[in-house]
């Protein structure tokens, strides 16, 4: 089945970068091609760190992955911040984009939720679509950038780990299992970003048992065409 290439693995442990805000581990170095393969664990990386376990990391958000290709539309869009948005500047923790031999680079329309891939020696699995928060504005000095992320729908996405292994920069990613093709993340990532959405399309969505929890909750409440969301702090601070 198709495969794409790991072209960036980024870690980072958490520091506190703002005056009366919390700690973030949002800052990622880039590991060096001639170090050895990183250690998988079902909580992430070995190496990396999250500051706020409630909202970020655990086993159904442990590894942030992002589309490399989606940068040139970022520093299309933020010129000033060109030499920042590149692979790494968003904190992910892994980067594909060079596209495998059998078919195109993995972004959010060519990868469905649950789908399961082959990722060095590790195997994980796609649980979620990442929601957007005001760190990413301070990380990169952009108020629009959190806002901007979910409008467009290039927020990269979640794994949680099946299997633990090692992860290498070019290393093959090769999808092994496809459960939901009816579910490509555009689509469930523009759904929970949604206003309004049909209650029929919630429903469909809050039983997708490969989903993260918070988001088969979120569904859940969408089912209700009364129900309004409030992300100004989220997005905003």
């Not at 909580?43 to 655990?58: N, S």
């Not at 299309?76 to 920042?84: S, T, V």
């Not at 090692?166 to 759904?191: C, F, N, Y």
């Amino acid at each position: 089945m198709h495969s794409d290439i790991v072209t960036g693995l980024f870690v980072g442990r958490a520091e506190r970068r703002w005056p009366g805000r919390p700690a973030s581990a949002i800052g990622k170095r880039p590991v060096a091609a001639d170090e050895a393969p990183l250690i998988l664990e079902t909580e992430g990386f070995l190496l990396d760190e999250q500051a706020d376990p409630r909202v970020h990391g655990g086993p159904d958000k442990a590894v942030h992955h992002y589309a490399a290709g989606h940068y040139a539309a970022w520093r299309a869009e933020f010129p000033r911040l060109a030499a920042r948005l590149v692979p790494g500047g968003f904190g992910e923790n892994l980067s594909t984009g060079a596209g495998g031999a059998d078919g195109e680079p993995w972004d959010e329309t060519s990868v469905c939720i649950g789908d399961v891939f082959e990722l060095g020696t590790a195997l994980v699995q796609v649980t979620q679509g990442r929601q957007p928060c005001w760190k990413l504005n301070a990380h990169l000095g952009e108020p629009r950038m959190a806002a901007r992320f979910q409008e467009t729908g290039r927020t990269g996405w979640y794994h949680r780990v099946l299997r633990p292994g090692r992860v290498a920069i070019g290393d093959v990613m090769r999808l092994v299992e496809r459960r939901h093709a009816d579910w490509p993340l555009a689509r469930l990532i523009a759904a929970r970003f949604a206003p309004r959405l049909d209650p029929v399309e919630a429903a469909e969505a809050a039983a997708l048992a490969v989903l993260a929890p918070g988001w088969r909750q979120a569904f859940a409440r969408k089912t209700d065409p009364d129900w309004q969301e409030d992300t100004t702090r989220r997005l905003q601070g």
